[in-house]
Every structure is written in structure tokens, then in C-alpha cells.
């Protein structure tokens, strides 16, 4: 009330109000504040900002978790996109995204890509991050559970 709904502050605890929600899986109440999140972000940074990015990933991680797969590999394929324009293909955001999506496309059931990218996302952070940099055996142990599960 104090600073108003677009202000930075405001929308930073918005997006990690939404974050907090999605790690209790409550999906479809994260989305709703992701998205009036990104909503402003877009009218007052622009679509291409790294927050209003962050903030679109976010949503799309939310949609997955409900289960719409082809919607949320819709909207991670584009975030990461941007991503890799605005940041570069090795910026940790980026990684993440790539990540996400490769995680959306396994539950959409294109496993096959969903391998090629999470082998993708494990190449690049071993080069960027090291071999034994936590996220870099997060995307190491994802790769090993997309392949066992699929097999």
C-alpha cells in the first residue's frame, strides 16, 4: 500500500511469495501471483528485463507443476530464449530455465529432447560452474534419472 503494486519492492515480495508457494506445490496460487507479477514487470521494465524473466520462468515452473506441460514447455522454450539473447546461454538463469524446460518436456513425453537438453544444461555448467559445483550435480543427477526412467 505504501510504495504501490509496481514498485520494485512490491514485486520482488510478490515473486517471492509466489516462489515460496510453488516449493509447498501449491501450483495454481503461485501462477496467479507470478503472473500479476509479470504483468507489471512487462508494463514497467519491459518483456526482455532479466526480472521479468525470472518472473516468467517462475510462472511457467508453476504450470508445469499443474500439469499443463505443453503450456509450460511453450513458455520455457520462449523465457529461455530470451534468456540466452539477454544474458548468454551460460548465465546461471539461463541454466535454470534450461533445466526447467528439459524437465517440462519429459513430463510432456519428449523424452528424447528432454535428454538432449538436460545434456546440454550439464555440458555448459561443468564448463561455466565445474564439475563439482552443486548445481552442476543437480543437472548431473537429473540427467541420471531422465535416462534410468526411461529405459
Known amino acids: 500500500k505504501t510504495l504501490g503494486e509496481d514498485h520494485p519492492e512490491t514485486l520482488g515480495s510478490l515473486d517471492n511469495i509466489a516462489f515460496a508457494l510453488t516449493g509447498q506445490e501449491k501450483y495454481s496460487q503461485a501462477e496467479v501471483l507470478y503472473r500479476n507479477c509479470w504483468e507489471v514487470r512487462k508494463k514497467t ?8 524473466l525470472h518472473t516468467l520462468h517462475g510462472m511457467a515452473v508453476a504450470v508445469n507443476g499443474q500439469g499443463n506441460h505443453d503450456k509450460a514447455v511453450e513458455l520455457l522454450q520462449g523465457c529461455w530464449e530470451d534468456m540466452k539473447k539477454k544474458l548468454g546461454e551460460e548465465h546461471p538463469d539461463s541454466l535454470e530455465c534450461l533445466y526447467d524446460l528439459a524437465n517440462a518436456l519429459k513430463n510432456q513425453g519428449n523424452h528424447s529432447k528432454a535428454e538432449k537438453l538436460q545434456r546440454d544444461c ?3 555448467s561443468e564448463k561455466t560452474l565445474g564439475i563439482n559445483h552443486p548445481e552442476t550435480l543437480k543437472y ?3 540427467l541420471d534419472l531422465m535416462i534410468t526412467n526411461t529405459n
Open 45 to 52: 521494465l519491459g518483456e526482455d528485463h532479466p526480472e521479468t
Open 140 to 142: 548431473k543427477k537429473n
Open 122 to 124: 550439464c555440458e555448459i
